[in-house]
Every structure is written in C-alpha cells, then in structure tokens.
Nanobody
C-alpha cells in the first residue's frame, strides 16, 4: 500500500499565504501524477493542481497565478504554495498520487487524509 501524509493547513486571513506538503511512503515502485484536490462543504471534490512525473502541470482556473505546485520526484513529495488566498479557497485539501507498488502491475489512485484550509475575510 501507499500512504500519503499531508501537512501545512491552517487558518489565514484573506490575502495571506500557506504552504501544503505531502509525502508518499510505502512499497512504491513509481508515481505518475501527484496533485492536490479540495472539497468545500456541500460541494464536490475538485482538482486544484496536478504535476506529472515529467513535470507537466495543470491548474484549476480559479487558482492560476496564485498557487504553485512543485514536486520532488526522488523523495516522493509534492507541495502547494498558496498565495493571495481568498475566502472561497476554504476547503479540505487532499493530496493525491497515482502510484504503482512493488506488487502491482498498474497504477492506482491514493489519497491523503486531508488538511483543513480556512481563509477568513
């Protein structure tokens, strides 16, 4: 199995910054995409940003220019730098990884436990 552990959430005022980090561990053979999703109360989980093993990045339109995703492929970690935060960014943020383990053939999606980000106005 693969475990994803997130850190860095919290409470911040509008306009402030937070940095989320996620570390993947376990019997990992390789990881394809790593990314961040978020889910606000009463809403569906949505993609925030994703980065491939080759460094290709996609952002949700709502965070472009404010959030930056980065990855350390050797350490199996992914980070999300969030600047100019807005109250509508308030949500539980989940780390996601498409990983192949040492005993699996294909890739499966793994999720972290989630970390709360609250932006006050």
């Amino acid at each position: 199995q693969v475990q994803l552990v997130e850190s860095g959430g919290g409470l911040v005022q509008a306009g402030g910054s937070l940095r989320l980090s996620c570390a993947a561990s376990g019997r990992i053979r390789s990881i394809n995409n790593m990314g961040w999703y978020r889910q606000a109360p009463g809403k569906q989980r949505e993609l925030v940003a994703v980065i491939s093993s080759g460094g290709r990045i996609n952002y949700a339109d709502s965070v472009k220019g404010r959030f930056t995703i980065s990855r350390d492929t050797a350490k199996n970690t992914v980070s999300l730098q969030m600047n100019s935060l807005k109250p509508e960014d308030t949500a539980v943020y989940y780390c996601n990884a498409d990983a192949r383990t040492t005993y699996s053939i294909g890739y499966s999606a793994y999720w972290g436990q989630g970390t709360q980000v609250t932006v006050s106005s």
